[in-house]
């Protein structure tokens, strides 16, 4: 996202002050050229208030709408769409008035001038957003013999006709064109017409050159228009297209005065191919003995360790990770050795942030806005547009840290929605960039995440990616009903979800889902790679002597009774409570799991600072002891809570020890719990059983798992009855087909799955894979079509 230049208000003032004004038509136009000549007008307008920008276009407002939220296209000061029949406000897209009186006071109406027309069949009205018009399709052979019918129906009307590209009609308002909109607006802004430059390249915009305006005809324009203006002086014939034609033209005409056209500095380029942007540093921080010790982590997540080993091979790479600037550890250091021995080619490049920028970033912003929202608790979202500004500035650190350490033509891997808007940043300083992103967390459909304020600003940076990465199909097909709704969108591609996922076997399952999407002038891959746990970290804990002696301690202790166990974050999306209220139900419909039945949960609790968990606690801690006050006997303890994080050796311990794994969350992204639980059991030949709403992302993955509904009591205190009983052939059998999945899917599969498929997201799939076209091919842009 380009930063916002100052509005300038229409007043003679503002206007005097602008050294350039540019009108300029959209497609083969400010929207085509090559990306160097794109990335230096786009620039060159945001980088300059004094430069006034005006989209003057055939489409519809509405087809214009997803262009204002490319966040790598400059935001116009002002739109003249259909054709000159709308004038709106650039940045509140609100009608300009007197002019859009004046143009409405001359409409009949839409339903008046379409029932008039429809004498004439051989007209086909445009299936495209339109107001105060009324597009057609016509062949010009048909045309010809009832011409002058349709334009003396339009005089009835006291509309006016216009033809365009030989195939394209519109009925317009009287004296509506592009040019006549533009001098209008020009007279209401009292705008110095010498600074005024037209830009085009159809006959379409040849009413803007016939207004009198200082223009230029891009290259690669219709011959049409080159014969219609090469009489005029005032027309500049270029022979870059798009952006550079533009950009010759106002070096021409000398629009910049003395300064004449600014250098734009070229983007500073590292040497890193391979890029890792995560919000986590690859290893921990510690501030003691008045200096910063580093350590690699105590318990890292399988992630980490799984994308180091990319690096393991010589890579030249970096790892863009924040750290807080606090003056008082000294000068901060931007760049550090990840591991000199184990990976010597790869650096920490750290983004500096102050402590207030981390915690309205990530532990406030983050968690209190995007993470209820994602997880489809839209009620609980709080949105505060200086948070978001926060948010905006923090990834443009990342971005700029990034671009500053990537060689040309690098591969970059963003990771998960705490930095969502570093794509469109990077990608607008380094057009060069095989862009990847990855979503972690769930990601709801357009019904939820339409709630979110900026959710344009958000589709327009994810639509920068080369390719775009999330855990399950469903997710996926989540993500393009939301595009769908932002912008005008092309399915290419789709495959199959079977037999890798679930189809109608649980709530996310889906049959087929988008792997290719085309939107403007860029095609955009998709995939689901679910994350892999990490099976040699598993194994060497099982490995350890004091692991060994805990699963001995902890199979001792439980005897004979059944251990069910639970690991979990303190989160309301994780059903914890659902599940207190499904085992009640479960002894009190079956007295026959009383004394033989422990229920163990390890719920690890939020940090301090993140007060909105502490009333989910005091219920979660209620709901125990209401248990265990009612079942419990001098022998037996229904319930044990722990609020506290455990060491992952402890963990794994009680993943070996336990008979039945119960996972419960109302909506996950995927849930690694689960995994971590069958690895250990595969490892130990156990005899365990996975309980697991159908509601997680790993739901899709898992066939072997007992699949349950954390929205219903009785269907969760089932489903735990229903593996409590199994008979011991059924547990072996789901057992093994857990493990085979879980096994070969693992998290160093995950990682080398997903960079392969960027690296061939710029070649179209193969195979059997279908193509499916959600619209009609792109016909040849017209200014009165929706091109």
């Given amino acids: 996202m380009t930063p916002q230049k100052p509005h300038n208000a229409p007043s003679s003032s503002a206007s005097n002050e602008a050294k350039l004004i540019l009108a300029t038509d959209l497609d083969g136009t400010f929207l085509a050229g090559s990306p160097e000549d794109r990335f230096k007008l786009y620039r060159l307008i945001d980088q300059h208030p004094e430069i006034q920008l005006i989209f003057i276009t055939g489409r519809g407002l509405e087809a214009v709408m997803p262009l204002l939220n490319d966040p790598s296209v400059p935001r116009p000061d002002y739109v003249v769409c259909d054709v000159g029949a709308t004038v709106v406000d650039g940045r509140t897209l609100q009608s300009l008035h007197p002019l859009q009186s004046r143009i409405d006071a001359r409409w009949p109406g839409d339903y008046v001038v379409a029932q008039a ?40 009307l006291g509309c006016a006709v216009l033809y365009s590209g030989e195939r394209y009609l519109d009925v317009l308002p009287p ?17 110095p017409r010498e600074r005024i430059l037209v830009a085009g390249d159809t006959l379409n915009d040849l009413s803007m050159y016939a207004a009198g305006f200082r223009g230029v005809c891009v290259g690669d324009s219709e011959p049409a228009l080159i014969e219609a203006t090469g009489s005029l002086a005032q027309v500049y014939h270029a022979k870059a297209p798009g952006c550079g034609g533009i950009l010759e033209a106002i070096d021409h005409f000398d629009l910049l005065g003395d300064s004449g056209l600014p250098a734009t500095p070229a983007p500073r380029k590292g040497g890193a191919e391979l890029l890792m942007v995560y919000h986590r540093l690859p290893y921990e921080e510690f501030f003691e003995g008045g200096k910063v010790v580093r350590r690699q982590p105590k318990s890292p997540n399988g992630i980490i360790p799984s994308l180091l080993g990319f690096f393991e ?12 600037d606090d003056p008082k550890r000294g000068p901060f250091e931007t760049h550090t050795p990840v591991d000199a021995e184990k990976y010597p080619t790869l650096t920490a490049a750290r983004v500096p942030l102050t402590k207030t920028e981390v915690d309205i970033f990530y532990k406030r912003f983050s968690k209190e806005a995007f993470w209820p929202m994602l997880h489809v608790f839209w009620e609980r979202a709080k949105f505060r547009e200086d948070d978001w500004q926060v948010f905006l500035k923090v990834n443009r650190k990342f971005a700029e840290a990034t671009a500053a350490e990537a060689a040309d033509g690098a591969t970059v891997w963003v990771h998960d929605y705490n930095l969502w808007m570093v794509p469109a940043y990077l990608r607008e300083m380094r057009p060069d960039l095989k862009i990847a992103f990855f979503h ?11 709630v979110v304020p900026w959710r344009r600003e958000i589709i327009g940076s994810l639509l920068s990616c080369d390719y775009v990465g999330f855990h399950i199909p469903r997710q996926v097909e989540n993500f393009v009903d939301v595009v769908r709704g932002v912008a005008p969108v092309e399915r290419v591609r789709t495959e199959s979800c079977a037999p890798r996922f679930l189809t109608y076997g649980c709530a996310v399952g889906l049959d087929t889902m988008t792997t290719r999407l085309r939107v403007g002038h860029r095609e955009v891959a998709l995939g689901a790679h679910p994350v892999g746990t990490d099976m040699r970290r598993i194994k060497a804990t099982l490995g350890k002597a004091d692991v060994r002696n805990n699963i001995f301690k902890l199979r001792r202790e439980i005897g ?31 007295a026959e799991h009383h004394g033989k039945v422990t229920l163990l949960m390890i719920c690890v609790p939020a940090a301090k600072e993140m007060t909105v968990y502490r009333q989910l606690q005091n219920q979660i801690e209620q709901a125990v002891g209401r248990i265990n006050g009612r079942f419990a006997r001098m022998d037996w303890t229904p319930v044990r809570f722990f609020a506290q994080a455990f060491p992952f050796d402890e963990v794994v311990a009680h993943y070996a020890a336990a008979q039945v794994m119960w996972i419960t969350p109302l909506r996950d992204g995927l849930n690694l719990v689960g995994k971590e639980f069958v690895a250990t059991q595969g490892i130990e030949g156990g005899d365990g059983v996975l309980v697991l709403s159908e509601f997680a992302g790993a739901a899709a993955e898992l066939k072997g798992a007992v699949l349950t509904n954390p929205h219903d009591t009785n269907d969760l205190s089932n489903g735990l009855h229903q593996a409590l009983t199994m008979p011991d052939a059924e547990i072996a059998g789901r057992m093994r087909q857990l493990v085979e999945i879980v096994e070969y899917y693992d998290v160093d599969r995950w990682g080398k799955d997903f960079l392969e498929a960027v690296g061939q997201a710029g070649a179209r799939p193969a195979g059997r894979r279908k193509s499916v076209a959600a ?5 040849r842009a017209s200014e009165n079509s929706p091109a």
């Fill in 775 to 779: 619209r009609p091919a792109p016909r």
């Fill in 313 to 324: 091979g010589g890579q030249k790479g970096s790892w863009v990770a924040w750290s807080i």
């Fill in 440 to 450: 972690h967390t769930y990601f709801p459909s357009a019904d939820v995440f339409n």
């Fill in 117 to 156: 027309l429809r004498e004439f069949p051989q007209l086909v009205r445009q299936d495209v957003p339109q107001a105060r018009r009324c597009s057609y399709y016509c062949d010009p052979q048909t045309l010809a013999p009832i011409r002058s019918q349709i334009e003396k129906t339009a005089q009835d």
């Fill in 560 to 590: 004979a009774r059944k251990l069910v166990l639970s690991v979990e974050r303190l989160d309301y999306t994780k059903g914890t409570l659902a599940k207190l209220e499904a085992f009640e139900r479960l002894l009190e419909t079956h």
């Fill in 175 to 191: 004296d509506t064109d592009k040019g006549r909109t533009l001098a209008a607006l020009a007279k209401h802004l009292k705008l």
